[in-house]
């Protein structure tokens, strides 16, 4: 019998993944990763719903203590991130050093088992002509979580499984209650798990970081007003400034050194081209030379033309067909080839390299 490890988060999706691999015949072993207290998915009521979940499927549940990694590798990450004046994107991060690798490594090491599955909708497929596993958006484009997936390996992409990429959302819901799971009727999670325990990012931040007073100033460096900590704000936002002007107003830089808010208007916002680092190449090897695709710069917008121009150290410059609004270090640029992820990075504070 094939045996596949779950990762359970107490939600609807993984629940029916491990309901239909169980009904596929799989050895199903449930795995929670205990990442936090608090409310929530992966949190103490997340693992509760995972172990009914286990109980009424008849399979093991295995949980994991993670939140010393979960801190290190999430928390310090955000709270360091926000502080220097970036907004970073938790959950790509935590894909692949909190949840995949050691999930995997779990899977493997204590319980022999050397494939993992969870209830993500993306697909993944392998290419024997390049010989290389391939990430690809889910079917239901309204869910599709490829975006937060780029920076698996190809030895993750070739040891998890997908059971709700080929499937709509709605789909997952009816299956979930012609299986009678509890899950079932679950709300969504509708944020980072980080919100959603502490009510707001801006809540969840000032755990971490004093209020610091400082300047709202436009490209000129006329004071337009005061701010209590650059990281309450982010690139691109709009409202709670707080400032009245003729014309709309926008956060163009964080300046952390100075203790400074820039703002300008919306053209001010938009740029011609990005530096990306940190890149994982998925589908293709990293290319010699430029390559035409089209990106994403942030989960829900939409695809874009670009031409990626490969940089040294796991770099690459994007230069934009159309120059982008709000363009936010920190953030994850993804680049694709139609449903396929070519790879993808960490956008870059702007500078004139």
């Not at 697909?123 to 979580?145: H, P, S, V």
């Amino acid at each position: 019998m094939k045996k596949v490890v779950v990762g359970l988060s107490g939600g609807v999706d993984s629940s029916t993944a491990a309901a239909i691999l169980h009904n596929q015949g799989y050895e199903v072993i449930g795995l929670t990763l205990w990442l936090m207290k608090g409310k929530g998915q992966c949190c103490s009521e997340g693992m509760i719903d995972a172990a009914s979940i286990c109980e009424q499927l008849g399979v093991p549940h295995h949980v994991v203590d993670m939140r010393d990694v979960f801190q290190t590798n999430i928390v310090d990450y955000l709270v360091a991130g926000y502080s220097s004046g970036i907004t970073p994107l938790p959950c790509s991060q935590c894909n692949k050093t909190v949840k995949f690798g050691p999930m995997l490594q779990y899977a493997r090491e204590t319980l022999g088992c050397d494939r993992i599955a969870t209830g993500h909708y993306a697909r993944i497929r392998y290419n024997e002509a390049t010989g290389r596993y391939e990430l690809l958006r889910a079917i239901d484009r309204n869910k599709d979580q490829s975006y937060f997936l780029y920076d698996l390996s190809q030895d993750l992409l070739a040891g998890t499984v997908f059971p709700l990429g080929e499937m709509q959302k709605s789909d997952t819901r009816r299956i979930a209650s012609e299986y009678n799971l509890k899950t079932a009727d679950k709300p969504e999670s509708q944020d980072l798990c980080l919100v959603e325990a502490n009510g707001s990012m801006r809540a969840f931040l000032d755990k971490y970081l004093a209020p610091k007073q400082g300047d709202i100033v436009d490209m000129d460096g006329k004071v337009l007003g005061q701010h209590d900590g650059v990281h309450h704000y982010t690139i691109g936002q709009r409202k709670g400034l707080g400032i009245a002007a003729a014309e709309p107003l926008y956060v163009i830089a964080l300046d952390a050194v100075n203790n400074k808010v820039i703002v300008g208007d919306r053209t001010k916002a938009t740029q011609p081209e990005c530096n990306v680092n940190r890149v994982n190449w998925l589908a293709i090897a990293e290319p010699a030379s430029p390559i035409r695709a089209e990106v994403q710069i942030r989960y829900r917008s939409h695809p874009v033309p670009v031409t990626v121009i490969p940089l040294e150290n796991s770099r690459v410059r994007l230069v934009f067909d159309e120059p982008q609004f709000s363009i936010t270090p920190g953030q994850a640029a993804v680049w694709y080839e139609g449903e396929k992820v070519l790879g993808g990075g960490i956008i870059e504070q702007f500078s004139d390299s």
